[in-house]
């Protein structure tokens, strides 16, 4: 009876473990990091501030890279990116080292190899993260996708000023309301991400890491080949917000 027990027990126990999602998810808090490189906790050292961060130093799919890097491969043979969004309600959020729009229940998905990521959340980097030819770009949106179990799926388009993007002029008055403090979140109701304009033909594609802590790999990366347009006002009011103007 008891070795019965005992085997109940650990098969229970193990049942568990292999229902626990993935732990993928990017670091909400900036106070531990900082992208300054000259600083202690900059990304040249994020790999050391916590053993489960790692991977920021010793990963060997690491992003952000050159989309010119052998790793990455310009899709257009597998056609239009399989994607089915819809509106949802979301909150917008100043996480300090940059700003998170989320969408509460998810809203819709991306579909990639018959599995769907369901599309969480976007936030923007200034300058770009990503590079062509060693050359930054002036913005870079990230639209981050997850399934249920963990693994993360995200779609990166890259910008240089031009005319206004028509997705963040729709987010103008938000974004001002929480660009004095860090952690400040604001109810911006029912957004559809089907507004962002995304051209689906050509991307390139690779595999790779969040680009942040804990910088988690195998992360399926798709970056539109396309450059859009974003006013200078627009990638302005983005660093103001996180108090990353030079």
């Known amino acids: 009876m008891l070795a019965t027990l005992v085997l109940i027990c650990c098969l229970f126990t193990a049942f568990l473990f ?54 990455v491969q310009i899709v257009s043979h597998l056609g239009r990116l399989q994607m089915n969004y819809q509106p949802s309600n979301a909150t917008i959020k100043n996480r300090g080292h940059d700003i998170k729009l989320e969408w509460v229940a998810g809203a819709g998905y991306l579909q990639i190899n018959e599995t769907e990521y369901v599309l969480k959340q976007c936030h923007w980097h200034s300058p770009s993260e990503h590079t062509i030819d060693g050359k930054r770009l002036d ?79 195998n992360v399926s990366w798709t970056i539109i080949r396309k450059i859009q347009s974003v006013s200078k006002e627009q990638v302005r009011l983005l660093r103001v917000a996180v108090h990353d103007v030079s």
């Open 139 to 217: 913005l870079e949106l990230h639209m981050v996708h997850e399934t249920p179990s963990g693994q993360s799926a995200v779609i990166g388009m890259l910008y240089k000023i031009g005319s206004p993007d028509s997705f963040l002029s729709s987010l103008t008055d938000h974004l001002k309301a929480i660009s004095d403090t860090t952690e400040a979140e604001r109810v911006v109701g029912v957004v559809d991400p089907r507004q962002i304009k995304i051209f689906y033909k050509q991307y390139y594609r690779y595999i790779g890491s969040l680009t942040i802590p804990p910088c988690t790999e």
């Open 18 to 71: 292999l229902s626990l999602p993935v732990m993928s998810q990017e670091v909400e808090d900036e106070s531990e990091f900082s992208y300054d490189e000259k600083s202690e906790n900059g990304p040249s050292n994020w790999g050391d501030i916590h053993p489960e961060w790692s991977l920021c130093n010793n990963g060997s799919m690491q992003s952000p890279i050159d989309l010119l890097n052998e790793r």
